[in-house]
């Protein structure tokens, strides 16, 4: 299955690149050099038309474009592609679809932000998954060892699917949201489901990252860093349980504690402001509930 799609697009080449500098430290100013993290623009194309051009780390390519598909609802699983041919040399990507006459949507230019996307429908997740603080700790340390790129240039994201023991997916990109969908295009290509699993990340967790987890039925999940507040009321709306600042011993859970073993009834109110637009100003909202029981 996976040479089908290219290979599994997991060679190092060219992903960093070794650049002269010179630094300033307490002993004064040395000659050096240092790895930086290559970026590329990768143009897809499906059915010979051009779809998007995506700013990326030129690694995993391949799944990098079946994710952003999935995403976008070009494709609903791996079955629908006829044919890819990744051109890593010209930075290019030819997918062809079962059906030749999909019609695509408007062309996109994306920065490794990934903030521009065709769809924004939100997918609610319903899941019995429980994990303990101490098992979150734990993927994290694990997620931090699998940083190879990071390690060796810096500048990058790093993004993990896990079960509750280990990791099973690991990307690296530029882009934090890129690194979503390259494990959601490895994914399909390995025959992984993404239900009831976890999803780690060292970037900062924005309302779109959200709506990737929701599109892969993701319950949980993990950053090192701070949610932005749309991504918390969406959280909360999609049924996601959103933990944020995990690393050493602590970490924040900002919607559905109790996935994470904490007591429903010591849930912490939360109280919208007039500005709050996703709910109204006078509504009171726990982590993930109304106070008229329902969910939000």
């Known amino acids: 299955m996976q040479e089908a799609f290219g290979g599994s697009g997991s060679d190092m080449t060219g992903v960093a690149a070794e650049i002269a500098c010179d630094r300033f430290s307490k002993e004064g100013w040395t000659g050096t050099s240092v790895y930086v993290p290559s970026e590329t623009e990768l143009t897809i ?14 690694i995993k390519l391949n799944y990098l474009a079946l994710g952003f598909l999935y995403r976008e609802g070009i494709i ?37 932000s990934g903030g521009t996307v065709f769809k924004t429908r939100g997918q609610r997740v319903n899941s019995d998954l429980v994990v303990t603080p101490a098992e979150v700790l734990s993927l994290m340390e694990q997620l931090q060892e699998k940083m190879v790129l990071y390690r060796l240039s810096g500048g990058v994201h790093t993004s993990a699917l896990s079960d509750t023991g280990k990791l099973l997916i690991v990307a690296e990109d530029i882009g934090r949201h890129n690194t979503l969908d390259k494990i959601q295009g490895e994914c399909m290509v390995k025959e992984i489901l993404t239900r009831d ?17 929701a599109k892969m039925q993701v319950p949980i999940v993990v950053s090192r860093h701070s949610p932005t507040k749309n991504a918390i009321l969406l959280a909360r709306d999609l049924g996601i349980t959103l933990v944020g600042h995990a690393r050493d011993r602590n970490l924040l859970v900002y919607s559905y504690p109790e996935r994470l073993g904490r007591p429903t009834d010591e849930v912490q109110m939360y109280c919208p402001k007039s500005d709050d637009t996703a709910h109204k100003p006078d509504e009171v909202i726990e982590s993930g509930k109304r106070t008229d029981g329902k969910r939000t």
């Open 197 to 213: 699993l976890l999803l780690l990340t060292t970037g900062r967790i924005s309302s779109e990252m959200l709506l990737k987890a």
């Open 45 to 58: 194309y499906v059915n010979q038309q051009e779809l998007v051009t995506i700013l990326c780390t030129p």
């Open 76 to 112: 609903s699983n791996i079955s629908d592609v006829a044919m890819m041919h990744v051109n890593k040399e010209d930075s290019l990507i030819d997918v062809r679809l079962r059906d030749p006459e999909y019609k695509l949507p408007t062309l996109r230019v994306l920065g490794c």
